[in-house]
């Protein structure tokens, strides 16, 4: 049976566009790789939270139910995406994962552990969790000790009294730093000088500001990138690192020995190394269609530039400011499904 639409992901953004597109009357069928709802959030770290409150957090239609606290935590977000998908009676099948997608005939076949799909559609929706980056650095080979990415860092337990080096300055880097802080002697490798936003700042500001940046862009106005989306979310386990004074930088990294890091000027003992270097996206299931490996020349905004009924969401900046939050990826799915309703019709 050919589908009319497949969305590759039940994470936030598949689940975002599979909303917009019941409103055009079209029922996707959703392919997630996961047991269960919740997307990346079900490898977040235990103490995760987000940085912007329920309202600021919520999916269009629904918004998350009050949460115990201002910021919602990881449970809160995954519950909630659990009542989202409850709610629209998505058509959701789980756990499928899609291994590679080709076109003929102008349909996609799309080839899972569970066998072939075909569409007339295809939305590719799956995150970029599942290409976490580490950088190379000399030596890297030879250090002995343990290595962790932050999308596999649960908690501090692992770390207690050892000398841990944690390298990347987002808002992973700081949170992650701020909790193992507690337990271990901790040093902070990050490749650009620290930057954190006011303390009354959080999401909404962020938010807010890639809004009017969309709007801008809208009009055809050009927009002055801002640095604020890259400045340290100043949520309350940073805040109290802070009063720690551990938020403090070393030196750039120089090399790697069996258990050490040099920079320039010291040699220190590291017996772990936690990688919050962030995430780059992994298109591998999509390796069949061939399409360019520079992501910036891949898409205008989501509408894949090289196949008419291919569009790929919630990927970050290359497919729309903010495109990978909970709230920034909403009017960029709402766009989608307006394109593939069209499509549909035949009218682009
Ligand atoms: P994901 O949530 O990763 O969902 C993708 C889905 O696709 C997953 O269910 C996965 O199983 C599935 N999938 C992947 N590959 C395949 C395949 N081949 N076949 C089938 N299924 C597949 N955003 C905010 O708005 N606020 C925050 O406070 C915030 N904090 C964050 C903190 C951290 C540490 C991180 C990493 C991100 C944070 N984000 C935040 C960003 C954002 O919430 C996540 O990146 C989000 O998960 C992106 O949603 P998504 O739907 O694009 O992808």
């Not at 307006?338 to 682009?348: K, P």
């Amino acid at each position: 049976m050919t589908e009319q639409v497949i969305i590759i992901g039940a994470g936030q953004a598949g689940l975002s566009t599979a909303y917009y597109l019941q409103r055009q009357g079209i029922t996707p069928l959703i392919l997630d790789a996961n047991q269960s709802y919740g997307g990346a959030w079900l490898n977040a770290w235990d103490s995760l939270k987000l940085f912007s409150p329920r309202q600021y957090s919520s999916l269009s239609g629904y918004t998350m139910p009050s949460t115990s606290e201002e910021y919602p935590t990881k449970t809160d977000v995954i519950n909630y995406f659990g009542q989202y998908e409850q709610r629209y009676n998505f058509n959701i099948k789980r756990p499928v994962t899609v291994l590679n997608v080709e076109q003929h005939d102008n349909l996609f076949i799309v080839k899972t552990n569970m066998g072939e799909f075909t569409t007339k559609v295809l939305i590719s929706a799956t995150g970029n969790f599942s290409g976490p980056f580490i950088p190379n650095f000399e030596g890297i080979n030879d250090f002995k000790g343990m290595q962790v990415h932050s999308s596999e860092y649960a908690n501090n337990s692992a770390f207690a009294s050892l000398n841990v080096a944690v390298v990347g300055s987002g808002n992973s880097g700081s949170q992650i730093l701020a909790e193992v802080s507690k337990v271990a002697n901790t040093h902070w490798f990050t490749n650009r000088p620290l930057e954190f936003l006011d303390d009354e700042l959080d999401g909404r500001y962020l938010f807010e500001l890639s809004t009017k940046q969309y709007q801008a862009s809208l009009q055809g106005k050009t927009v002055e990138p801002s640095d604020d989306f890259s400045k340290i979310v100043m949520v309350d386990a940073v805040k109290e690192a802070r009063e720690r004074d551990v938020l403090t930088r070393e030196e750039n990294i120089v090399s790697f020995g069996k258990n050490t890091i040099k920079t320039a000027n010291k040699t220190i003992p590291i017996d772990a190394v936690i990688w919050c270097t962030g995430f780059k996206a992994n298109l591998a299931h999509l390796a069949g269609l061939n399409l360019s490996t520079d992501l910036s020349a891949l898409t205008k905004q989501t509408h894949s530039v090289d196949y008419a009924s291919l569009w790929l969401v919630g990927y970050g900046e290359w497919t729309g400011f903010a495109s990978a939050t909970i709230l920034g990826v909403q009017k960029y799915a709402k766009q989608t499904a307006t394109q593939v309703h069209q499509y549909l019709q035949g009218a682009i």
